[in-house]
DNA sequence: CATGAATGAGCGTTCATTCAT
DNA sequence: GATGAATGAACGCTCATTCAT
């Protein structure tokens, strides 16, 4: 009735920013484990430790408070993938980072990877999709400039860059897909030497 | 007040299995475009050119309908994977037929792509997703075997050959993610060859 | 497509319990003249003045409310008894004053009669109408004890209370019936001391 | 698909009477267990051995065809007073065996004591519901002239006959609430000797 | 600002009725 | 005549949204 403390790091009588932060927090945890449809406002609005009405006052409708929700996630990886390509030199350990970084992210957001990240958002996914598309379309071409660098160190030999930057996205995500939705087990960051492995020598004899 | 005369009962007849696999197949072409959730019904009444009433003799709910149309499309790309076993001899030919089969699905399923088979399903989704699972498993044990009989015909190194079916996997649906989300240009099955280049020899020079 | 205006919020603010009992007013009134299954939870909502939706804020289901309406006229009613056992000597005035009070509870409720008290019930009608049998063999209960007195006090002759006991219920019933279906034309609760009469000196000369 | 044998005593291929005939022992084998809105017309053709449109042939509507039964169970009953009173004669016997009789057919049809007669039918119930009373008000109106017999015959002192049949018209049905609502225990039609009883000499010491 | 009771458009599902076979 | 697949109007219930407090 008067102050609830709930799930994540939620505190009533904040700054109004705080506030906002809390709601999307609540979002995103409830979101690991249901659907856009299948989560209420009310259940944000519990989770949050705030009143349904009160989600209105930050954000317009439900579809734009995941749409929120989905841009401050992509804006904080996308972040951190620059912060991390400018930490790192060039060739593998800039490559190896940037595998990893995805690598850890999955690991930290399986419930989101099989929602926001795989389109369970609404009708007009597509405002989502387009986030994530840029978002994935991003680091493929870190990735690819990462590629190109390494073509010019003599670590990789010359090849359409793009392409074999979707090569090595794929290479993540096959185990990302293959540890979240097959339960096959390992953790998922330990891939790291061997994703780079496969992706530098092939399987080839 | 109680009682209203109801039902036309003007109708066209075809054979009942016809009438099951239309209304599956509108069911699917919706499914192209729209969410579960975003999916009404009528919609599918409509797209099948049955009434709304129809659908529920050969569906018991929108749900089974829906998990049916999954069903049916994994017993589909499952058969056709065994197709492609017994038709190919071990090694580089059966694991490129396998590579070209994935890519050519999801060229001819970009939509479904983004629902069916990423989850988009109802809130007990995990019944849709482990069908879903067990696919994805299934190819990939597959592809295991496969590259087991070619560590045995010395095409590959020895390795751990889940793994590296799943790096395999994961190559195919890069390019799979590459091509539909981010509308990276090329012709889907165009890059089979690609692909088990990168996987042979991988990208070093 | 997929998510619309809704809502106009535009509404009274009564008190809850206020708001609970209007609801159960307004199923009682329609009940009188309409069936369970004849009802639709709109017409309640309209009679008591409040949208469909507010009814599920107060019952669960359509047969739940129906149910919370059958479980509070039997209370009252049986409260009633309880009070006239309290305030009446035993013998000819309490058992006259329970006479009364069932006449007058089922002229005042005609039509519920037909309904709620004769079975109009959801298709689990059991529990409604094991409310009802108890509510009965409540009163058969009470006016066997009331006769038990009666003998006691040689008012009546030695029998089997229980069985003397539904005989005076059925006199009640028979009247009720014949008022309520036929129009036989007379109050009910003059019929008091006729019924009184014949339960008894009986008919013979 | 072709021969269905099924429920009380019907067979295809029979003369239309019988077929008719066969729908309604259905429905009333059915009405025994359940309300009026929870019996589908599927449930009647099946119970019938028929197609469900076959229901149309014989009634136009599944109202007529609950108004139809009831009517036909009436006109049984009724047939069946007026041959006791032409077979039995005036004064004892007579209201005795017209007692027996109601106690009887309450025996054998229980659960239409709580379907039928007491007012599960259809909103325009007052169709249903005026034949029902037609009937209460014929066998009281039949027992009023039995019992001014007995009051020529010296048997009743003088008294409101229409008033006196409704008394023991509520006698006979108080014991078949309580037989049928209350389950308490003993068989309808004993009961003949002790509602005769009561009613000729009351509880009085 | 915050609240949460109230709202009502919308959808899944049922089933009496029809009519091509 | 008999059939039963097809129909579609109708209703119970949900939940995003509003606004009086």
Redesign the interface.
Known sequence: MSIKKKGSGCFSRRAPEERRSSILAAARDILQA?????IKMENIAVQAGVAKGTLYLYFP???KLFQSLAKEMGQKIFQEWQSIWEKTSPGEERLKALIFSQLKFFDENKGLF??VF???L????MGG?KK??EL??AV?DMMAKA?EE?VHL????P?ES???A?????????????RI????P?QLTD?TD??WD????????
């Open positions: 249901r659907n856009f449809h299948d409708t439900k579809e099989l929602q795989q389109g369970n609404p009708a007009n996914a999709l994530k598309s994935i379309r493929i590629i390494g003599q670590l990789f030999r090849c793009l392409h074999t979707v090569a090595l996205f794929g290479l993540i995500r096959g185990f990302v897909f293959a939705l097959c339960d096959i390992y891939q061997f994703i496969v992706f530098l020598n092939g399987a080839k004899k």
